[in-house]
């Protein structure tokens, strides 16, 4: 055989070979990067062993520029295979671009019910394009020392919740570890977090999105003025404390309540000596049912364009599984699986919020479906809206004016 004809087949056997290796790695991109350990040394090895020969890699992305640089991937066809999907807009953009398989008729969808599907759906509810994977849920957590040195009770209504606060303020204690530099922080841990007591969860939430309700409705307009009163509790120098602070200073016991998303767990329980409690969202008045925010976080999706599309499937097809749902559930501390399987929730506080389920009302973040199109967003309203009523700088009343004037020159609510 002439030299260069042997030197061709083998580059020729040597490229099979690599389209071979490559057809089997299926390439996962998430903005989650603190999910990395857990991926690599847990899910990924879990999986694997039940489908040999494909292979997993989890590629991530900075959270604040993922849903960009995923977007500009995906325009280039140079995207992974299993793509993390946003909640609602941002994916259903990706989906209406072409960018994501449908997954009408998928069958893991059937572990999921109607309410995790929602944030991954067509508006007309017809087409689903991610596969529904965890929810994060809003409460408060407590310094159960402080608490006890101090004989407080865990705090259930609105005026209980101010009592509490006030005793901590002459106790010579910060009440609150908050802070409005990071305005997002004023929004998602606590307007988010209160606000629905105020607002009757879904049916508020519902309200405003049908056109039925404004944000200038006592309901609405409640929330922001309970969420002023807490501003005195925040601590000294507020304006200038970020998320990062307000987590430091709880950790080290220099506050005595976190506004916090179940998210934050894994980072308190990693600190030594805090002994830590949860309560849920206070009720505005006694006697009514409590109101939490359990929102629909992560889910997952199938480039269109996926170079490795039947192995892309079949990890999808895990990720609805029960294995999956015990594993994430219980290694991603504060993610709780949107799938309909029983799952035996190990953490402490993490069961401790998910317990809430059964005997709050539930909803998810109030910009979330359709309210947030706008521009700028209605997100990016309500975080400069939220600071400026916890500094003073706007009223309670103003605050919800300044919402309303923005959905009215852009909403117009969908059919029904």
Not at 158 to 170: G, H, K, M, P, V
Not at 201 to 220: I, N, P, Q
Not at 279 to 296: K, N, T, W, Y
Request: glycine letters at 8%.
């Amino acid at each position: 055989m002439p030299a260069r004809r042997f030197v061709c087949m083998a580059l020729l056997a040597l490229l099979a070979l690599g389209l071979q290796v490559r057809a089997g790695t299926v390439v996962l991109e998430s903005w989650r990067v603190d999910d990395r350990p857990l991926w690599e040394n847990v899910l990924i090895p879990a999986f694997e062993r039940k489908h040999p020969g494909i292979t997993v890699k989890y590629v991530t992305t900075s959270p604040t520029t993922y849903d960009d640089s995923l977007t500009d991937r995906l325009a280039k066809d140079a995207a992974g295979d299993v793509l993390a999907c946003r909640p609602f807009d941002a994916s259903l953009a990706l989906y209406r671009k072409g960018y994501l398989e449908k997954l009408n008729g998928f069958p893991g969808l059937v572990n999921f019910n109607a309410r995790s599907r929602m944030a991954w759906q067509t508006d007309d509810g017809r087409d689903i394009f991610c596969l529904p994977v965890a929810s994060v849920i809003h409460g408060f957590l407590y310094n159960k020392k402080i608490f006890e040195r101090l004989g407080l009770a865990v705090p259930a209504t609105s005026d209980d919740f101010l009592a509490a606060l006030e005793t901590l303020r002459r106790a010579g204690t910060t009440p609150l570890a908050l802070g409005t530099a990071d305005k997002w922080e004023a929004t998602q841990t606590l307007f988010t977090n209160i606000g629905p007591a105020w607002w009757r969860g879904d049916d508020g939430r519902r309200a405003l999105v049908s056109g039925k309700a404004r944000f200038t409705d006592a309901r609405f307009v409640s929330a922001f003025e309970f969420e002023r009163r807490l501003a005195p509790y925040l601590p000294r120098g507020a304006a200038a404390q970020g998320y990062a602070d307000s987590q430091r200073q709880f950790a080290q016991g220099q506050a005595a309540i976190y506004p916090a998303g179940s998210w934050d767990i894994a980072y308190f329980n990693k600190v030594t000596g805090l002994d830590v409690g949860a309560f849920p969202p206070p009720v505005a008045h006694a006697g009514e049912r409590c109101q939490i925010s359990d929102h629909m976080d992560i889910g997952a999706g199938i480039n269109r364009h996926a170079r490795n599309k039947e192995e892309a499937y079949r990890l999808l097809a895990w990720m609805a599984t029960q294995e999956f749902a015990d594993l994430y559930t219980n290694r991603a501390v504060g993610f709780f699986s949107l799938s309909t399987h029983l799952i035996a929730i190990t953490d402490p506080l993490a069961k401790q919020m998910a317990s809430w389920r059964d005997k709050c009302g539930t909803s998810f973040r109030l910009t979330a479906q359709f309210l947030n199109r706008g521009s700028p967003s209605l997100d990016q309203q309500l975080w400069n809206v939220n600071a400026a009523v916890l500094t003073g700088g706007l009223s309670p009343r103003d605050a919800a004016r300044r919402l309303q004037q923005d959905l009215d020159r852009w909403y117009r609510p969908p059919p029904d």
